[in-house]
T-cell receptor
Framework: GENVEQHPSTLSVQEGDSAVIKCTYSDSASNYFPWYKQELGKGPQLIIDIRSNVGEKKDQRIAVTLNKTAKHFSLHITETQPEDSAVYFCAAGGGTALIFGKGTTLSVSS | NAGVTQTPKFQVLKTGQSMTLQCAQDMNHEYMSWYRQDPGMGLRLIHYSVGAGITDQGEVPNGYNVSRSTTEDFPLRLLSAAPSQTSVYFC????????????FGSGTQLSVL
């Protein structure tokens, strides 16, 4: 089955800096790669997703890149703000289930 | 529009007790799923359903049962609770049959003593 590895587990940045979170997946059949943000005490919320036929997707300050050959994808957050502090999860899927990484706790200090 | 509603929000059980975690969605989504979240383990898929009458196992199905008699509801049953089932449980739904663009509920925090 699919296995998703996510790094780093924790990330601390200064406000205004960029943050990058990386994930690798094992199943070459996976074709859908979303990113979720989870704030304290809440359920995860989809922030951006990408399909395997696209190499990069951007939405304001966040972007996701995908390298199918290397089986890895990354989340990029530019101009970080304190409200970006949360746990971020990557996931991979494309059949009937999404498999998640273990999460990255992002802390943005002002 | 309530989205995905989970009840209860908190529950404490004794080892061996049974209970049902409720999940309901009002978005007419065919796909529903249950995940558990443990510290350092991320979100792990327990069971999922692609429509009424259809369920399948995820990564960690042992100790849990599900059924899907209606589109709206997808309850998760613990037949004999164990301390290893102490976790936060999330229900999620999607209009996509592959589970893409999941909408998550706010979670149920379960402690088994």
């Amino acid at each position: 089955g699919e296995n998703v590895e996510q790094h780093p587990s924790t990330l601390s940045v200064q406000e205004g800096d960029s943050a990058v979170i990386k994930c690798t997946y094992s199943d070459s059949a996976s074709n859908y790669f979303p990113w979720y943000k989870q704030e304290l005490g809440k359920g995860p919320q989809l922030i951006i997703d990408i399909r395997s036929n696209v190499g990069e997707k951007k939405d304001q300050r966040i972007a996701v890149t995908l390298n199918k050959t290397a089986k890895h994808f990354s989340l990029h957050i530019t101009e970080t703000q304190p409200e970006d502090s949360a746990v971020y999860f990557c996931a991979a899927g494309g059949g009937t289930a999404l498999i998640f990484g273990k999460g990255t706790t992002l802390s943005v200090s002002s | 529009n309530a989205g995905v509603t989970q009840t209860p929000k908190f529950q404490v059980l004794k080892t061996g007790q049974s209970m049902t975690l409720q999940c309901a969605q009002d978005m007419n989504h065919e796909y529903m799923s249950w995940y558990r979240q443990d510290p350092g383990m991320g979100l792990r898929l327990i069971h999922y359903s692609v429509g009424a009458g259809i369920t399948d196992q995820g990564e960690v199905p042992n100790g849990y049962n599900v059924s899907r008699s209606t589109t709206e509801d997808f309850p998760l049953r613990l037949l004999s609770a164990a301390p290893s089932q102490t976790s936060v449980y999330f229900c999620a739904s999607s209009y996509n049959p592959g589970g893409e663009k999941l909408f998550f509920g706010s979670g149920t925090q379960l402690s088994v003593l």
